[in-house]
């Protein structure tokens, strides 16, 4: 059980209470009755511990104030249903510039609305796109991101431009990078780049840390190290 190994969020030790108390879970926000706990007061529902990745990611983005997209990924990265490398990251990358954009927007009903199409046109990119198909899942979701910021179809213009435009820059300083595919470094690269899109092409900020320190270079047997913008050779904390 990955519960027994310590908490999904800080990887810190469970405690059980003797007597039941009323907990709000840290994804989905819905407060349970429960008598655990991990020792910093993070409590995970049942129904969030079971849940697959995508799910998680969609809770956690729905619920989340954070108008720092590089935070809500890295706090969904240390749950371990979120693979080290996983088709989950085509959505996990949407998702959390989402959140934080209509966070930053004060605008949740359509944060809910435009999470739930992300996850639905995520779920479309195939797992390995980048290396059989040229265009890294990572990229595409920055593309989805601002499709549905400027609600842009096949037939629009500007907001076609723009949608397309987002995608060439990530995918471009994906590339740059170079191999082996790495989810995480992959997703970094793709949310900075779309920090730094927002601010040139609309005039908003949110929050984008340019240099976020990676804690999952141990699990990754193909990680560059030192030929990786964000390896510090930290060893992660929940797994
Ligand atoms: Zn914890
Ligand atoms: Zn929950």
């Not at 310590?6 to 429960?34: H, M, P, V």
């Not at 619920?63 to 080290?84: F, G």
């Not at 908003?204 to 190290?225: A, D, G, H, M, Y």
């Amino acid at each position: 059980m990955e519960h027994q190994r310590g908490c999904l969020i800080c990887g810190d030790k469970l405690i059980y209470l003797q007597n039941s108390e009323r907990l709000t879970c840290f994804y989905c926000n819905r407060a349970y009755d429960s008598n655990g706990k991990c020792v910093n007061g993070h409590y995970v529902c049942d129904r969030c511990h079971s849940s697959p990745a995508n799910e998680i990611i969609q809770q956690y983005c729905i619920t989340t104030k954070s108008e720092l997209p590089l935070e809500i990924a890295l706090t969904l990265m240390r749950n371990p249903r979120i693979k080290m490398h996983g088709p989950e990251h085509h959505f996990l990358v949407p998702a959390v510039l989402l959140a934080a954009y209509f966070n930053m927007m004060r605008d949740s009903e359509e944060k809910e609305r435009t999470i739930k199409k992300a996850r639905e046109r995520a779920d479309n990119i195939l797992g390995g796109f980048c290396g059989f198909y040229g265009n890294c899942g990572a990229a595409v979701g920055t593309g989805i991101f601002v499709s549905l910021i400027t609600k842009a179809t096949p037939l629009s213009k500007e907001e076609w431009r723009l949608s397309n435009l987002i995608t060439s820059k990530s995918l471009a300083t994906i590339a740059n990078n170079g191999g082996p595919r790495c989810c995480k470094r992959n997703s970094y690269l793709a949310i900075i780049e779309a920090g730094k899109f927002l601010k040139e092409h609309f005039g908003t900020k949110i929050e984008v840390e340019s240099q976020p320190r990676c804690e999952f270079s141990s699990l990754n047997k193909e990680c560059t190290r030192n030929n990786c913008p964000f390896f510090v050779g930290l060893v992660i904390v929940t797994k």
